[in-house]
């Protein structure tokens, strides 16, 4: 069954830090505190729009919601929760730091409903953590999400390759403690800079440089393959696209179709290191059998994948062949009578 979520934005509310590269009145174009009135408002009108089955979850987006009075943190989840006891959505999630996370806060989001909680964790490295004054320590994180385990709480981490002062070695780190720690899920959100921040100021400054669109798709590529081949699902990869953000996006790796252009990556180092592994006669070519939702991914941005590939390993000729029987994120190589079959679970 396929997921909908109803998203309630509470930009900045609750958030005990001004993270240098977050200006969520930028990004949600909303500038004034949510109340009860309007989340139960946005929940049946969004309700009245599904007509076919669903799973159903509200998600409080934006500022740290465990950050808030409990008195308004309970205001808000009421109408989320009656909702859930009368059988109107399946879940409500919410995101917040991982400071904002104590035994007492579990019990009483539990008690509301809550059953998915997201970490903004961002890095594992610690000079990067202060760098983007976080306020808090890799160790916190891990805190946190033994605490969330520990209620029964689905967890998801939210990293942002790019930040200042990361490198390889660092966002290496990073990928390790995550895997370590096993969250339920994770997304990755590569560094932006947005207008109205600390991190526009040091980029304006000369002090900051973003990673580039290509870099930040190999970081992110890396993260995703490491992640899935552990079992970590990465629900998403790069901002949602919306008109607020392409209005105040100064610089950076952001891109409409972010998470499409990793997957494309990936399948390009598939075949990369398959072909540099075989033989391959350059004048047959080989065919390419794939699932059809990964037509676009295959060929890549402008069939960017195979203008490389035919330019880098002189291949003559590279057929496509969409075959609904390939699993999704798999593909099946043809050549001379041979049949090879690729799997993102294949060390790269």
């Known amino acids: 069954m396929k997921h909908y979520i109803i998203p309630v934005f509470i930009?900045?509310?609750?958030?005990?830090?001004?993270?240098?590269?977050?200006?969520?009145?930028?990004?949600?174009?909303l500038l004034t505190p949510v109340t009860a009135r309007q989340v139960a408002a946005v929940i049946q009108e969004r309700l009245a729009d599904i007509n076919q089955a669903r799973r159903i979850e509200v998600a409080f987006y934006g500022g740290s919601f465990t950050a808030l009075p409990q008195a308004m943190q309970n205001e808000l989840l009421a109408p989320a929760s009656q909702a859930l006891y009368n059988g109107q959505i399946h879940?409500?999630?919410?995101?917040?730091?991982?400071?904002?996370?104590?035994?007492?806060?579990?019990?009483?989001?539990?008690?509301?409903?809550?059953?998915?909680?997201?970490?903004?964790?961002?890095?594992?490295?610690?000079?990067?953590?202060?760098?983007?004054?976080?306020?808090?320590?890799?160790?916190i994180v891990a805190e946190a999400v033994n605490l969330l385990?520990?209620?029964?709480?689905?967890?998801?981490?939210?990293?942002?390759?790019?930040?200042?002062?990361?490198?390889?070695?660092?966002?290496?780190?990073?990928?390790?403690?995550?895997?370590?720690?096993?969250?339920?899920?994770?997304?990755?959100?590569?560094?932006?800079?947005?207008a109205g921040t600390r991190l526009a100021e040091l980029y304006q400054q000369g002090v900051y440089q973003?990673?580039?669109?290509?870099?930040?798709?190999?970081?992110?590529?890396?993260?995703?393959?490491?992640?899935?081949?552990?079992?970590?699902?990465?629900?998403?990869?790069?901002?949602?696209?919306?008109?607020?953000?392409?209005?105040?996006?100064?610089?950076?790796?952001y891109h409409p179709a972010f998470g499409e252009l990793v997957d494309s990556h990936i399948f390009y180092l598939m075949l990369t290191r398959f072909i540099e592994q075989n033989f391959f006669d350059t004048e047959t070519g080989f065919t390419i059998v794939h699932h059809p939702k990964d037509t676009s991914k295959v060929r890549g941005q402008h069939n960017n994948n195979l203008s490389r590939l035919r330019l880098q390993y002189n291949l003559s000729a590279i057929t496509l062949c969409a075959d609904s029987t390939v699993i999704p994120g798999s593909l099946l190589l043809r050549h001379k009578g041979l049949s090879f079959l690729l799997s993102k679970k294949a060390k790269i």
């Open 210 to 253: 973003p990673l580039s669109l290509p870099q930040a798709v190999a970081r992110c590529a890396y993260m995703k393959l490491v992640f899935e081949r552990q079992g970590i699902e990465v629900i998403r990869t790069g901002l949602q696209a919306s008109e607020e953000l392409d209005k105040n996006v100064l610089a950076g790796p």
């Open 91 to 139: 879940a409500i999630r919410l995101s917040t730091r991982p400071d904002c996370i104590t035994g007492s806060t579990l019990a009483n989001l539990r008690s509301h409903g809550v059953s998915i909680v997201e970490l903004g964790v961002q890095s594992f490295d610690d000079a990067v953590l202060f760098n983007a004054a976080r306020g808090h320590s890799s160790q």
């Open 149 to 194: 385990k520990a209620a029964g709480i689905s967890c998801g981490l939210q990293l942002m390759p790019g930040l200042p002062g990361e490198d390889w070695m660092s966002l290496i780190t990073t990928v390790r403690q995550t895997v370590t720690l096993c969250p339920d899920f994770v997304r990755i959100y590569p560094a932006i800079v947005i």
């Open 11 to 29: 930009p900045h509310l609750g958030c005990l830090h001004e993270c240098i590269f977050c200006n969520q009145r930028k990004i949600t174009g």
